[in-house]
């Protein structure tokens, strides 16, 4: 495990829980957009933090929160050593939201087999055309479409999102991800925010979206799931 930080409350992380978040170092993408360098490049600097340090941590805030977020980077590439520290999260009585970039599908399957976790978000970066500029690296996109109905065939709560990157995201976009996701629960669209280094410098020039745009998205995503929103605006 590399927990590489620990944010101790947060109330936006969990859908309606107070939630502390683990943040696990390494990433098996490059996303251009991504504000999150140290995490993804630079993990190995950062000092990691002892899985029963961060138990008895979170033991000590249960009074003050009711969740817990793993996030990253991109958690999956635990691999299994992820399951059983899930488990001890959960035997505290505190229930579990996994961020995931969904491209180890063959882990992430397995964890909603066992039900190891209560909530899985799932970044969908674009339509499968655009997904090796949108993650930065040649893929398989098999694998994202794997990771999909995976989580749509689960009775995990989950949701899918999409940051609305200029260039990487458009409404032909929209429409494609809205049909692979075709009657999901939930779909958010996140506005790109700028101010912050990424992972490839041009992408701090680009503009984001001005909120009507985003807003025909949100019209878009509304015909193909149950539950649509925007975040970040
Ligand atoms: S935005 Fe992309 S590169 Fe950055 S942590 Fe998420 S999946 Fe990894």
């Given at each position: 495990m590399r927990i590489c930080g620990v944010q101790g409350v947060s109330l936006i992380d969990f859908p309606g829980k107070v939630s502390s978040v683990l943040f696990l170092g390494g990433?098996?993408?490059?996303?251009?957009?991504?504000?999150?360098?140290?995490?993804?490049?630079?993990?190995k600097y950062l000092p990691s933090i002892g899985e029963d340090s961060?138990?008895?941590?979170?033991?000590?805030?249960?009074?003050?929160?009711?969740?817990?977020?793993?996030?990253?980077?991109?958690?999956?590439?635990?691999?299994?050593?992820?399951?059983?520290?899930?488990?001890?999260v959960r035997e505290m009585g505190l229930p579990v939201k996994l961020d995931t970039n969904g491209y180890n599908a063959d882990l992430l399957v397995t964890i909603l087999k066992n039900m190891a976790v209560d909530y899985v978000a799932m970044d969908v970066k674009s339509s499968l055309g655009k997904y090796e500029r949108a993650s930065g690296r040649p893929l398989n996109t098999g694998r994202i479409v794997t990771s999909i109905q995976a989580i749509m065939g689960s009775s995990i709560e989950y949701e899918f999102r999409t940051t609305c990157v200029?260039?990487?995201v458009e409404s032909d976009d929209i429409e494609e991800i809205g049909r692979l996701i075709k009657g999901a629960k939930r779909y958010y669209l996140q506005q790109f925010r700028t101010g912050e280094p990424t992972l490839v410098p041009s992408y701090m020039e680009i503009a984001p979206y001005p909120k009507e745009k985003l807003e025909e998205f949100l019209d878009i995503a509304r015909t193909y799931v149950k539950v649509a929103g925007i975040r970040g605006i």
């Amino acid at each position: 495990m590399r927990i590489c930080g620990v944010q101790g409350v947060s109330l936006i992380d969990f859908p309606g829980k107070v939630s502390s978040v683990l943040f696990l170092g390494g990433c098996n993408f490059r996303c251009p957009f991504c504000q999150n360098r140290s995490l993804v490049e630079g993990y190995k600097y950062l000092p990691s933090i002892g899985e029963d340090s961060v138990l008895a941590s979170l033991r000590r805030r249960k009074g003050f929160i009711d969740g817990v977020v793993i996030t990253g980077g991109e958690p999956l590439l635990d691999g299994v050593e992820l399951l059983p520290f899930l488990g001890r999260v959960r035997e505290m009585g505190l229930p579990v939201k996994l961020d995931t970039n969904g491209y180890n599908a063959d882990l992430l399957v397995t964890i909603l087999k066992n039900m190891a976790v209560d909530y899985v978000a799932m970044d969908v970066k674009s339509s499968l055309g655009k997904y090796e500029r949108a993650s930065g690296r040649p893929l398989n996109t098999g694998r994202i479409v794997t990771s999909i109905q995976a989580i749509m065939g689960s009775s995990i709560e989950y949701e899918f999102r999409t940051t609305c990157v200029p260039g990487l995201v458009e409404s032909d976009d929209i429409e494609e991800i809205g049909r692979l996701i075709k009657g999901a629960k939930r779909y958010y669209l996140q506005q790109f925010r700028t101010g912050e280094p990424t992972l490839v410098p041009s992408y701090m020039e680009i503009a984001p979206y001005p909120k009507e745009k985003l807003e025909e998205f949100l019209d878009i995503a509304r015909t193909y799931v149950k539950v649509a929103g925007i975040r970040g605006i």
